[in-house]
């Protein structure tokens, strides 16, 4: 069956699906570091391009390689570049992108490691960064500069959920010869397709939505079209930070229930939200399902749904904050998101701990930010979990 017309649940369960000689019903795992040629012709050809055929696992491996045709087929993009972790993605796309001397435009409450490895190693490198709002597409525009190449952003923002224009972001790179990236972590393909709004690549740390079950760490990129592909893998391959054939096996058996997963996932997410909204001790909170979100309708337009993110601060500030995270019982309090299970954590004082304050602050990652990873449990006890903690704060 050729799978490029088929349904997004059809290409999570078959895409990337390889033939061997066993006859296997999932991918195996070639857990090998090495491959045997069939001859010495076979290896020159392999390693000169003439040939297809695996040569060692840093440059590819079938395992791996499955995954990334599986995650292209639901992105419809050209490419796909597995990685050890989602910041070793990142980190390839401003190695294979950025030189001395250039400019890259960020979205200002992107992910604290990449905003921290462009402010404190590119910038040793002379690599110029600049952080804004990129909701405002006006600060965009203002921050482009002659040597800008790279337009980066997060989709919606981690942790504000600032939700970005991603059509009106790829205008304005075509406009102006930018490479635009999108972070799509927190929507995966099943929510958001950065690649047929306008961007050229297109990641995501697998270790969130698309494994699900928080048991690996890695990375994946898509590009859009060839050129972009080489580039980048060349660079990957170079660095050596490529997924391992068994964490390629485990994402590849998460990823299969991505969409009941996420369906799950962002039914509780709006009955919390609710909860939360109308709750006396919550000061504020975002989500992009509520209509009191500032890009609800950019969201309803650029999403098919509004996940189960969600960041909200308390009447009592950052003390009463802490205070509610002691003393959640079925949430876990701890970093990383996208999985099974709910999760709750300080953004300030955590993930985005390398950020200095003033910029936090400029990027509205305040003291009081709570960020809630809605899990699949039975939403009433989610529920019941956040009203007792309340209660105590």
């Known amino acids: 069956m050729d799978l490029k017309d088929a349904g997004f649940d059809t290409k999570l369960i078959h895409a990337g699906e390889i033939d061997d000689q066993f006859g296997s019903a999932t991918v195996p795992i070639y857990q090998t570091s090495t491959f045997r040629f069939k001859s010495a012709q076979h290896g020159a050809d392999c390693f000169s391009g ?60 992107v992910y604290g490691p990449a905003r921290g490895v462009l402010e404190q190693d590119f910038g040793r490198f002379h690599v110029e960064a600049s952080f804004v709002n990129t909701a405002d597409v006006e600060e965009i525009i ?32 075509k406009e102006h010869n930018l490479v635009l990236v999108v972070d799509n972590t927190f929507c995966t393909p099943y929510l958001q397709k950065p690649l047929d709004l306008g961007a050229d690549v297109v990641l995501h740390s ?12 890695g990375g994946i990129i898509i590009t859009k079209e060839a050129v972009l592909y080489k580039r980048i893998r060349h660079c990957m391959v170079y660095m ?28 509780n997410a709006v009955k919390v939200a609710d909860f939360l909204e109308n ?5 504020w909170i975002k989500y992009p399902g509520l209509k009191s979100h500032p890009q609800y309708e950019l969201a309803k337009r650029q999403m098919t749904g509004a996940g189960s993110m969600i ?12 205070k509610l995270m002691d003393n959640v019982h079925l949430a876990v309090l701890a970093v990383s998101l996208g999985g099974v299970e709910t999760l709750i954590q300080h953004p300030a004082s955590m ?28 939403a009433e006890d989610i529920i019941s979990d956040l009203r007792q903690a309340l209660e105590k704060v």
């Open 50 to 109: 003439a040939s297809d055929g695996y040569i060692y696992t840093r440059i590819a491996n079938p395992t791996i390689h499955a995954l990334e045709q599986n995650i292209v087929a639901l992105e419809n993009g050209y490419g796909g570049i597995a990685t050890g972790s989602g910041m070793g993605a990142i980190t390839t796309i401003y190695m294979a992108l950025l030189n001395g001397g250039d400019h890259i435009i960020s979205t200002d409450a």
């Open 142 to 173: 203002k921050a482009i500069r002659s040597n800008t190449k790279v337009l980066y952003i997060e989709t919606p923002a981690n942790p504000t959920m600032e939700i970005t224009d991603i059509a009106a972001c790829a205008k304005i790179a």
């Open 206 to 217: 697998v270790t969130k939505f698309i494994n699900g079950h928080a048991d690996i760490v």
């Open 240 to 267: 050596g930070c490529n997924m391992d054939p068994h964490q390629a096996y485990l994402v590849l058996r998460g990823v299969k229930t991505l969409s009941l997963r996420v369906d799950r996932n962002q039914e």
């Open 279 to 283: 709750h006396p001790k919550v000061a």
């Open 311 to 322: 960041s909200f601060g308390l009447t009592g500030g950052f003390e009463a904050g802490k």
């Open 351 to 378: 993930t985005h701990a390398s950020v200095s304050k003033e910029n936090k602050k400029q990027a509205g990652i305040t003291d009081d930010l709570v960020r809630f990873s809605v899990g699949i449990e039975n």
